[in-house]
């Protein structure tokens, strides 16, 4: 029986934010970016391993995996931010990245409704009573959702060229490659610990490979438009998982700045042609 294209980015999204919570409790075993690039380095074993791809031999290729394991690279930014800011306000900054890209593409009035909402949901992270998000979390959230943008545009690129995945095991050994130097100045020693790299290795499979492979396989089957509304369920995915996992409470102006940064990213998707 196949699984549903939709069921395939659903899947990811919550892969994706139960692994970065769990990832987050793994801070106290080494920093961030050591966790992170440990993620990636295991990752992309185990996608090479399976994948078994050839080299690229055309600059066209080099260039795309060059290009995609860069931004894949840039997505792992949000495990620095985690350090200052719950998931949930984390994620729904990191989603402002692929909606900005979306809607400066876009020469339409109706998506100025959209910008201001979303607009909104950030500027309610700043309300009075609330606990102001420190401006280094804010930064970093916001490049990785720059990265983000890039990166669903290059791996749905890539998702047509091939079908095997091989694309995908090499951007993500790139990306470990550019991260793991970072991660090795941050934690150093740490990173051969037996207890962290068997976590590593579960927060690898669950919240990288699995949902990488999933992305890639519903961007074939799915248009754009579709996947982008799935995707924009993340901000409250990301809530739950921290209430749940790290018990991250938000407060009701957190809550109602993460229902404005979704609805804004689902109606800019759904007004889309």
Known sequence: ???????????????????????KQLFS?????????????????????????????DRRSLGLVLAFGTAIAGMNIIYPALQYLPLGVATALQLTGPLTLAL???????????????????ALFY????????????????????????????SQRAGSQTV??????LAV?????????????????????WHLLLAATGLALVSAVLPYSLDLSALRRLPARVVGVLESLEPAVAGLAGLLVLHEHLGLSQWSALACVTA???GAVLSRR
Not at 104 to 110: N, Q
């Open 1 to 23: 029986m196949r699984v549903p294209a939709a069921s395939l980015v659903l899947l990811s999204v919550v892969s994706v934010q139960v692994g970065q919570a769990f990832g």
């Open 127 to 154: 309300a009075p009573g609330a606990p102001a998000p420190p401006a280094i979390g804010v930064l970093l959230a916001l490049l990785s959702g720059l990265a983000m943008g890039a990166y669903l545009l290059l």
């Open 173 to 193: 050994a790139c990306a470990a490659l550019i991260l793991l130097p970072f991660g090795v100045a941050e934690s150093g020693t740490a990173l051969l610990d």
């Open 104 to 122: 400066l593409a876009s020469r339409r009035r109706t998506d100025l409704a959209w910008t201001l909402l979303a607009l909104t949901g950030v």
């Open 264 to 266: 804004a990213c689902t």
């Open 164 to 169: 095997d995945g091989s694309l995908l095991a």
């Open 29 to 57: 075993l080494a920093g961030p970016l050591g966790v992170a690039s440990l993620r990636l380095s295991i990752a992309a074993c185990v996608l090479l391993l399976v994948c078994r791809p050839r080299p690229p031999v």
